[in-house]
C-alpha cells in the first residue's frame, strides 16, 4: 500500500513565524500535491510538483512556497504564517499515468491541521 | 456553484439502507474520482470512472457517470455504521492548459446502527 506520511497532525504557531510542513511518500510517486481544506470551500491546490525540483503554482499560492529536492519530499513553506493560514492541509502523490496529472488516483496523508494564533 | 458539486450536503440513514449520492460538474472532463473522508483525516480514494465508460463497480460501490447530463452518482448498497463519513467527488477538467483536479464540497453521510 501507498503511505503519504505527513510530519505533523497538529500545529500551533505563531503569526509571523515561518512554517514547515513535510510530506514524505513510499511510492516512488512523481507527482505531489499540497492542498488546503476549509469548511464550505473543499479542497483547493496550493502548490504541485511533477518531478524533483519542479513546482507549479495551484490556485491559491500567495503566502506559500514549496520544495522538492528529493523525489519523496515534498515540503510546503509558510513564509510568515498569518491567521488565515489556520486550515487543515493535505499532502497527496500520484504517478504519472498518461498525458493527464490525474488519470491515476491521489493518495493522500492523514492532514496536519494547522492554527495560526 | 463549483464544478463537482455534491448533492445532497448530509444524509442520514439506517445501516442496511443504500445511501446514492450525486455530483455535478461544468467542464468537459477526462475522468471523475470518488473519495471518502473519515473525520479528521485524509482522503481516501474509492473510483476513478473514465469520460467513456458509463458505470463501475467496487464491492458494495457502484458509480455512474451520465457525461451528456454532466452527472454522476455513488450508490452504496446495504450501508453499515462504518461508512460514516464525507464523500467526494473530483473532476479532472478535460481542457488544455493548466490541469486540475476539482474538488466539491462533499457529502456527509450518517449511518446509524
Known amino acids: 500500500d501507498v503511505k503519504v506520511t505527513q510530519s505533523s497532525r497538529y500545529l500551533v504557531k505563531r503569526t509571523g513565524e515561518k512554517v514547515f510542513l513535510e510530506c514524505v511518500q513510499d511510492m516512488d510517486h512523481e507527482n505531489m500535491f499540497w492542498y488546503r481544506q476549509d469548511p464550505g470551500l473543499g479542497l483547493r491546490l496550493i502548490y504541485f510538483?511533477?518531478?524533483?525540483?519542479?513546482?507549479e503554482k495551484g490556485d491559491i499560492p500567495e503566502g506559500y512556497s514549496v520544495s522538492r529536492e528529493k523525489k519523496e519530499r515534498f515540503s510546503l513553506i509558510l513564509e510568515s504564517a498569518s491567521t488565515n493560514q489556520t486550515s487543515m492541509y493535505l499532502c497527496a502523490s500520484n504517478p504519472i499515468a498518461g498525458t493527464s496529472l490525474y488519470n491515476s488516483p491521489l493518495h493522500f496523508g492523514n492532514g496536519t491541521r494547522l492554527t495560526v494564533t | 456553484s463549483q464544478q463537482g458539486e455534491e448533492d445532497p450536503q448530509a444524509l442520514s440513514i439506517q445501516e442496511g439502507e443504500n445511501a446514492t449520492m450525486n455530483c455535478s460538474y461544468k467542464?468537459?472532463?477526462?475522468?471523475l474520482q470518488w473519495y471518502r473522508q473519515n473525520s479528521g483525516r485524509g482522503l481516501v480514494h474509492l473510483i476513478l470512472i473514465r469520460s467513456n465508460e458509463r458505470e463501475k463497480h467496487s464491492g458494495r460501490l457502484r458509480v455512474t457517470l451520465d457525461t451528456s447530463k454532466k452527472s454522476s452518482s455513488l450508490l452504496i448498497t446495504a450501508s453499515r455504521a462504518a461508512d460514516t463519513a464525507s464523500y467526494f467527488c473530483?473532476?479532472?477538467?478535460?481542457?488544455?492548459?493548466?490541469?486540475?483536479?476539482?474538488f466539491g464540497t462533499g457529502t456527509r453521510l450518517l449511518v446509524s446502527p
Open positions: 467542464t468537459s472532463i477526462n475522468n
Open positions: 473530483a473532476t479532472d477538467e478535460g481542457n488544455t492548459g493548466f490541469q486540475k483536479l476539482v
Open positions: 510538483s511533477y518531478d524533483v525540483k519542479m513546482k
